[in-house]
């Protein structure tokens, strides 16, 4: 299962992708699938940002299908310039594929994995934050008995989850063992600056639980082209989290960095699909979360060839985050431009400090 996605340009501004696009990549997407390319797909939007969830047999970082979304995501570009809508192909950093869409701006997350019996899959999409958003999101699921009480009472979780961890800045990563190693796994990715999980598999036979995409626009670039906002695939059950704890760390919001220009905390919001637009201060960060089932290489379809996918956030459940989250991202935007609204110097997207001290150099005077 792959989940591929860009922002190749939105309506109004930075809020949502416009209806044509995303006609556009179901149209690419279903002659994929007459060619044999892809076994089955879903086109939805996360706030401005267009995600290509697709299933097929050729495996993980495959050029053909990395390829697919690399096509899909141009011809979408060349539509939103003509149309001049906003940010038209600003994730596509590149003219040229190499085979391999990591690195030339694209997010990925993809899981290769064997058929159980059933097989519930969870889709996490994010816009206006990064990808160490998920980082409290996946210790949640897979490593706090307190939010997945299976980690205690199923004895076919007990064993534990090993997260692999990326050093965002040095570029490297390292396995950690939950329980065992629990404390420095919080060490490290409770420092949501510089590490990000990448993926999650169970202790005792190394099956792949979880991956997330760990692209780093800013990173990549040297410079700020646009965010990195984030996508996560979480399988469940049977030995794996249930769909229940895997959506119930949204009981409550938490603070992630990203919302206006990618340099503030702004709370995440968990939202349906009907409202995963980013308006409010460009925000507040969002996630969709939808459910799927992979039956014989497929999504699982009604009668009528349709994914079924169900809007898990599309529910009341989720009705007391989204109240906190509005009373958070009320008492964070009363601190305007100051910090702690305001990201580190280090982790602003946009800044004008070092200009800022450039021009006034010179009429610093040193303190006797
Ligand atoms: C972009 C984003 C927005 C923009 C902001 C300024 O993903 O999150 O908050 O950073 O709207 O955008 P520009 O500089 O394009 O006017
Ligand atoms: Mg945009
Ligand atoms: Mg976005």
């Known amino acids: 299962m792959s989940l591929i996605k860009a922002d190749i340009g939105s309506i109004p501004g930075h809020v949502t992708v416009a209806k044509p696009l995303m006609t556009l990549a179901e149209k690419k997407m279903a002659e994929a699938q007459k060619a044999g390319i892809i076994n089955s797909y879903y086109v939805f ?49 590149s003219d040229a594929f190499s085979g391999n869409v990591k690195g030339l701006g694209p997010g990925v997350a993809e899981i290769e994995f064997k058929e ?13 934050t990064e990808p160490a958003a998920f980082n ?22 007990t064993c534990g989850f090993s997260f692999d961890v990326l050093d965002g800045k ?23 600056e510089t590490y990000m999980i990448k993926n999650v598999t169970r202790n005792d036979d190394g099956e792949i639980a979880a991956a997330s995409s760990t692209t780093k626009l800013n990173y990549i670039a040297g410079k700020y082209v646009g965010k990195d906002d984030p996508v996560c695939l979480v399988r469940a059950q049977s030995g794996l989290p249930s769909v229940g704890e895997i959506t119930s760390p949204f009981l409550h919001p938490y603070l992630v960095a990203g919302w206006m220009r990618g ?15 980013c308006t409010l201060f460009d925000g507040p960060p969002r996630i969709v979360g939808l459910g799927v089932q992979v039956s014989d ?27 906190e989250a509005m009373q958070m991202a009320s008492f ?37």
């Not at 899909?72 to 809508?85: E, G, H």
């Not at 190693?181 to 990715?189: N, V």
């Not at 503030?264 to 995963?276: A, D, Q, T």
Request: aromatic share 8%.
């Open 332 to 368: 964070m935007r009363m601190h305007g431009v100051f910090q702690p609204a305001r990201l580190g110097p280090g982790a602003m997207e946009y800044t004008t400090l070092p200009q800022c001290l450039a021009s006034l150099e010179g009429r610093f005077k040193k303190e006797k």
């Open 45 to 93: 939007n996360a706030g401005d940002d267009t995600e290509l969830l697709m299933t097929h047999s050729k495996g993980a970082n495959s050029p053909e299908i990395h390829g697919l979304a690399w096509e899909t995501f141009m011809a979408c570009a060349q539509k939103a310039k003509k149309l001049k809508l906003y940010g038209a192909g600003q994730d596509l950093l």
């Open 116 to 128: 159980r019996g059933s097989d519930p899959v969870i889709v996490y999409a994010a816009d206006k």
């Open 136 to 157: 409290y999101l996946l210790y949640k699921i897979f490593a706090d008995p307190s939010n997945t009480s299976g980690l205690v009472i199923d004895p076919r979780m």
């Open 170 to 192: 040095e570029n490297k990563s390292v396995v950690l063992r939950s329980p065992e190693e629990l404390y420095s796994l919080l060490a490290l990715i409770g420092a949501t």
């Open 263 to 277: 340099s503030h905390w702004g709370p995440f919001m968990p939202v349906g699909l009907k409202n995963s637009k």
């Open 297 to 323: 290489g497929m999504l699982a379809a009604d009668d009528d060839g349709k994914p079924m996918v169900v809007d898990l956030f599309d529910d009341p459940a989720f009705d007391l985050a989204r109240q």
